[in-house]
């Protein structure tokens, strides 16, 4: 059975650094591409950045160089590190899987995973 436990929220100032972590259970980790999304109160389901199996990332549209993914196939865990965290980041970021697509990279949309993980928050103060 897949499951994904994230760790790592807080609570931060404005400025400050969090790194988040997803630890993946139950599945054949490097077959699997893996990403992380954000959800604020009222607003839909943003997808931060996807990962491939071969380590190759996409990020969200609003990313900048803030956000920085990475993945472990060896302790099967993903990472998400975020610096200069800004008010407008909080929100409830999730981790999530699935098997890889046939023609490589990674899925983009919140339908296309279907393994999640509960949340951890991130609350960011001016």
């Known amino acids: 059975q897949v499951q994904l436990v994230e760790s790592g929220g807080g609570s931060v100032q404005a400025g400050g650094s969090l790194r988040l972590s997803c630890a993946a259970f139950?599945?054949?980790?490097?077959?699997?591409?893996m990403a992380w999304f954000r959800q604020n109160l009222g607003k839909e389901r943003e997808r931060v950045v996807s990962v491939a199996s071969d380590g190759s990332a996409s990020y969200g549209n609003f990313v900048k160089s803030r956000f920085t993914i990475s993945r472990d196939n060896a302790t099967n865990t993903l990472y998400l590190q975020i610096n200069s965290l800004k008010p407008e980041d909080t929100g409830m970021y999730y981790c999530a899987a699935d098997r890889a697509p046939r023609y490589g990279g990674c899925w983009s949309r919140p339908a296309d995973f279907g393994h999640w993980g509960q949340g951890t928050q991130v609350t960011v103060s001016s």
């Open positions: 139950g599945y054949t980790y490097s077959s699997y591409c």
